[in-house]
């Protein structure tokens, strides 16, 4: 498929699961990831990644790396956007869009596994 515009909300098709391979030189919306679907950093990536988004609504799964195989590529995803100004003490805005500048998960798994680092506790 293409690549979407600058700025623009992103929603990945209904059962699909979409694979990053190279950092995209644009900055998007929210990327929505429905409860059947999948967005996964390949950790077979040559280069850093960098992923430039508004926020990031999770229903479904974003996978970087797995226990098996780890996402030993440098990856970045930066937040753009501002923090609402009428959050309230529990952080509900009646100007601020469903998802800004974070990443939400709803019923769904974000697993992330990188390099594995020893100990792993103290």
């Given at each position: 498929g293409?690549?979407p515009?600058?700025?623009?909300?992103?929603?990945?098709?209904?059962?699909?699961?979409?694979?990053?391979?190279?950092?995209?030189?644009?900055?998007?919306?929210?990327?929505?990831?429905?409860?059947?679907?999948?967005?996964?950093?390949?950790?077979?990536?040559?280069?850093?990644?960098?992923?430039?988004?508004?926020?990031?609504?999770?229903?479904?799964?974003?996978?970087?790396?797995?226990?098996?195989?780890?996402?030993?590529?440098?990856?970045?995803?930066?937040?753009h956007?501002?923090?609402?100004?009428?959050?309230?003490?529990?952080?509900?805005?009646?100007?601020?869009?469903?998802?800004?500048?974070?990443?939400?998960?709803?019923?769904?798994?974000?697993?992330?596994?990188?390099?594995?680092?020893?100990?792993?506790?103290?």
């Amino acid at each position: 498929g293409s690549v979407p515009s600058k700025g623009q909300d992103v929603t990945l098709p209904t059962n699909s699961k979409i694979i990053i391979k190279k950092g995209i030189a644009r900055e998007f919306g929210v990327i929505s990831v429905p409860s059947s679907s999948e967005l996964i950093f390949d950790e077979n990536a040559d280069a850093p990644i960098s992923f430039d988004i508004a926020g990031m609504d999770v229903q479904g799964a974003l996978r970087v790396g797995s226990q098996t195989c780890r996402y030993l590529t440098e990856l970045t995803i930066t937040l753009h956007g501002s923090r609402p100004l009428d959050l309230n003490i529990y952080g509900a805005s009646s100007t601020a869009t469903r998802t800004y500048k974070g990443i939400s998960v709803n019923g769904g798994i974000i697993s992330i596994h990188g390099k594995q680092e020893y100990p792993t506790w103290t």
